[in-house]
């Protein structure tokens, strides 16, 4: 017989909702590094894609190469600046949940956009001195899907290759993900 208010030990394993419910101080010494090396990559992530998106001003060199040049360089600042977040808390914590990695990696991608939005947005208001011709809010949010999947992908790629001891089930979960990749681009493309 299962006394009231314990009908939930029976059902739970105690160490469940350990990594994510952990108050100890070490899931405080993981919330907190996970933080610090989220603001950092994602700062920097921020910074380096404003810098390119300023490089590359669209307005002067019309074209499609240069907007691919730019949308390959901006993927590859984030596929570095993710890596290296995701990497930096593996080694920081070896021991830390899978759940802060992912977390670490989507924000880092968040985080670096709402940066780049922001210095774009207060440039374009405060150094040229003209009114922006787009709204802070709905450049956010038109962007803000596109970082995410990219983040996502990059997240998950990074952990496989860190957490994943066996290089074979590794190689099987990279494949798998491309291909699921793969069919919801055929399924949205149709």
Sequence with gaps: MVEHGQWHQKFIQPDMSKEILDHTEQGR???ATSLKVLVICGLILGWVNFAID?????????????????LGLLLLAAWIAINAGINTLNRLLPKAAVGWLIVTGIGIGVLGLFV?????WLIVR????????????????EQALPAISVSLVVTILTVITARVENKTMGFVLKLLLFALIGFMVYLFMK
């Design 126 to 141: 405060y150094v040229t001195k003209t009114a922006p011709d787009f709204s802070w809010i709905q450049y956010f949010k």
């Design 54 to 70: 300023f490089l590359i001003d669209q307005d002067k060199r019309a074209g499609v190469f240069w907007d691919q040049l730019e």
């Design 29 to 31: 010494t993981e919330s």
């Design 116 to 120: 780049h939005t922001s210095f774009l």
